[in-house]
Nanobody, 121 residues
Framework: QVQLVESGGDLVQPGGSLRLSCAAS????????MGWYRQAPGKQRELVAS???????NYADSVKGRFSISRDNAKNTVYLQMNSLKPEDTAVYYC???????????????WGQGTQVTVSA
């Protein structure tokens, strides 16, 4: 099995910063794309940012210039640095990864359980 565990969510004031981490563990041969999604109450889950194994990145327009995604392939970990946070960034943030499993060499998509980010004064 493969597990994704997020951490770093918190309550922060507008204009503040947070850094989210997501560590993948288990039967992993390699990880292709990794990404962060978020879901606010009453809204659909949306892509925040994604990163390829080689470091290519993609961002939602709403977070460009404020958020930065990075990864450490040796640690099977992806990060999301969030700066200049706004109340509208409040959501549960989910980690997502395309994982090639060690035993089967098949590609599967996995989700973490989510971490709450609340931006409020």
């Amino acid at each position: 099995q493969v597990q994704l565990v997020e951490s770093g969510g918190d309550l922060v004031q507008p204009g503040g910063s947070l850094r989210l981490s997501c560590a993948a563990s288990g039967s992993i041969f390699s990880i292709n794309a990794m990404g962060w999604y978020r879901q606010a109450p009453g809204k659909q889950r949306e892509l925040v940012a994604s990163i390829t194994r080689g470091g290519g990145t993609n961002y939602a327009d709403s977070v460009k210039g404020r958020f930065s995604i990075s990864r450490d392939n040796a640690k099977n970990t992806v990060y999301l640095q969030m700066n200049s946070l706004k109340p509208e960034d409040t959501a549960v943030y989910y980690c997502n990864a395309d994982v090639v499993r060690k035993t089967s060499y098949l590609l599967n998509n996995y989700w973490g359980q989510g971490t709450q980010v609340t931006v409020s004064a």
